[in-house]
């Protein structure tokens, strides 16, 4: 299964990609987690991305799409993979198409997972917490401008991928297990 996770930051993207790994037995792939490495690696793509990923900026589409192709042709992404994270802009998105179909593969869907926007800041600031501000871009303020960024260049994709008849929608409002059993709905089961 091929899917992508859709959804503001703090939706429960990375809660439930985690479940559907166990429930699917193909690998989460978050660019935000390869972004992290890449910082902590100290490699030039992470010197490069870490201050944009503070500020809660997105890093270049190219770069970005570079990171993800290669990811694909790992062994373990044979049955699928699930996309948390990535795409975050349409020209992202459009990339995707084309790195997909060159390999003569197909998305199956896509789940945006829904929540308000208090909720969100809510959620992110009582991860800061349980995480002991391990992500620079766990506070109020930046939250705040990521939600911002979000609407602004990631939420056009609800639309395109509606177009591609792709996107299924669920509440992300509901506890953990009540999201997970709506996302397998979603999925048909
Ligand atoms: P995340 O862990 O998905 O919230 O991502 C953390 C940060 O990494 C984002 O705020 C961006 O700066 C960067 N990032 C992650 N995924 C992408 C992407 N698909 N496109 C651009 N920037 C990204």
Do not use: W
């Not at 559907?20 to 992470?46: F, I, Y």
């Not at 290669?70 to 990535?86: P, Q, S, T, V, Y």
């Not at 198409?97 to 593969?105: F, H």
């Not at 959620?123 to 871009?137: L, S, W, Y």
């Amino acid at each position: 299964m091929r899917l992508i996770l859709l959804g503001p930051p703090g939706a429960g993207k990375g809660t439930q990609a985690k479940i559907l790994v166990e429930r699917l037995g193909v690998p989460q792939l978050s660019t935000g987690d390869m972004l992290r490495a890449a910082v902590a690696n100290k490699t030039a793509l992470g010197l490069a991305a870490k201050e944009i990923m503070d500020r809660g900026d997105l890093v270049s589409d190219e770069e970005v799409c570079g990171i993800v192709a290669d990811r694909f042709d790992d062994k373990d992404c044979a049955n699928g993979f699930i996309l948390d994270g990535f795409p975050r802009t349409v020209g992202q998105a459009e990339a995707l198409g084309v790195i997909l179909a060159d390999k003569g593969l197909a998305l199956d869907a896509v789940v945006e997972i829904q929540a308000d926007s208090s909720v969100l800041i809510e959620r992110i600031v009582q991860r800061a917490k349980d995480t002991g501000g391990e992500r620079a871009d766990d506070t109020a303020e930046t939250i705040a401008y990521r939600l911002d960024v979000y609407h602004q260049q990631t939420a056009p994709l609800v639309e395109y991928y509606t177009k591609a008849g792709l996107l299924r929608a669920v509440d992300g409002m509901e506890s953990v297990e009540t999201v997970a059993g709506a996302i397998e709905q979603a999925l048909g089961g």
